[in-house]
């Protein structure tokens, strides 16, 4: 493997974090992490077009895991204007919708609570643990969608 692995893992944990953050975009990575999986692959599909030979599955599994976890960094980072400013709109559509409900009032308060520095570490183990794992099976897809044909000697 001789092609830096750097540039890839950042731009795919950049397509990772980004989209898994914004407001109602978001929600298609409740279809089993499709945001984490498809950074994973533009990773891996990133590295193989900086690499001359074809990529192995292990350097697609490394670029993923990498692109994840920048991805949980950066979503991380980005959720916190986010929330500051999407959050009450969003807190009030959801109590809109949830009134004739029945709903616990635990999970009320909940929702009304404001965002603290426990939650935001919380979500970034969550995200870590969830992204990497993700984003590892989406290199390793990548690998297999974007790899080059070995060039044959003889």
Known sequence: MTGSRTQPALLGGLFIGVLS???FV???NVCCCLWVITGGAL???LLQQ???EPITAADGALIGLMAGGVGAIVGTLLSIPIDLYFGPVMRDWFLRYAEGQDLPPEFLEMLNQQ???ASMV???IWSLFAYVIFGMLGGVLGVALF???AAQVG
């Open 21 to 23: 953050t914004l407001p």
């Open 122 to 124: 919380l979500r970034l």
């Open 115 to 117: 965002m603290t520095a």
């Open 147 to 149: 790899r080059r044909k």
């Open 43 to 45: 990773a891996a599909y």
């Open 50 to 52: 900086d690499s001359p």
């Open 26 to 28: 978001n929600i298609v």
